[in-house]
């Protein structure tokens, strides 16, 4: 595709549950990103891929949080046991080797009833 | 704590005004970026300043990166409607292998006509 996509864009979902949120990187751009953005907060990192393989995880809020990334291209995010302070939009980007511009997706907005 | 700090919070001015947002730290970063986001969309990269002192000009926009590479402002000429939006900006500091982007909590600027 021509830039970052997620899905889904928006997704509600009662405390307590799972939820995965997709992103595609743009094809071809070897880092992938993960970040978090509360209402009045600015960017929160979460983890970064390089390839297949997450060197820095240090970003996660919780082990309920989890990332993979498969091919060196799709990644998911998944949230297990879902609380009301992870309702956020939740931002993924990537970019052609490290230290370059990062190119944002449009965002999931999670709201966690 | 924010490790960025972004002042004002908001701003709203009228069509034809200047403005200046200010983004300070205690830490010194290796570049600096700032992105502009609109509503439901991920940020964009409008410039990325490497060093000290170092000004760059994106039209009625103007960067400058501070001597001691701690703080940065964006200065807008004759701001108009459509640069509304959120300014956001990041230091990049190498941590892990990578450059790590730290994003400060935003400024959010309205334009009227």
């Known amino acids: 595709g021509a830039g970052v996509s997620q899905s889904p864009s928006n997704k509600v979902t009662e405390k307590g549950k799972d939820v995965e949120l997709r992103c595609d990187p743009i094809s071809g751009h070897t880092a992938l990103y993960w970040y978090r953005q509360s209402l009045g907060q600015g960017l929160e990192f979460l983890i970064y891929f390089q390839g297949n393989s997450a060197p820095d995880k240090s970003g996660l809020p919780s082990d309920r949080f989890s990332a993979e990334r498969t091919g060196g291209s799709v990644s998911t995010l998944t949230i297990q046991r879902t609380q009301q302070e992870d309702s956020a939009v939740y931002l993924c980007?990537?970019?052609?080797?490290?230290?370059?511009?990062?190119?944002f997706g449009p965002g999931t907005r999670l709201t966690v009833l | 704590t924010q490790l960025l700090e972004q002042s004002p919070q908001f701003l709203s001015i009228q069509e034809g005004e200047n403005l200046t947002v200010y983004c300070n730290s205690s830490?010194?970063?290796?570049?600096l970026q700032w992105y502009r986001q609109e509503p439901g969309e991920g940020p964009v990269l409008l410039v990325t300043v490497v060093t000290g002192g170092e000004v760059k000009k994106l039209k009625r926009l103007t960067f400058q990166f501070g001597d001691a590479r701690k703080d940065s402002s964006l200065h807008i000429t004759a701001a108009q409607p459509g640069d509304t939006g959120l300014y956001l900006c990041a230091g990049a500091r190498f941590s892990g292998g990578y450059n790590k982007l730290i994003f400060g909590a935003g400024t959010r600027l309205a334009v009227h006509p």
């Open positions: 980007a990537s970019s052609l080797v490290l230290h370059n511009e990062q190119f």
């Open positions: 830490s010194v970063f290796s570049s």
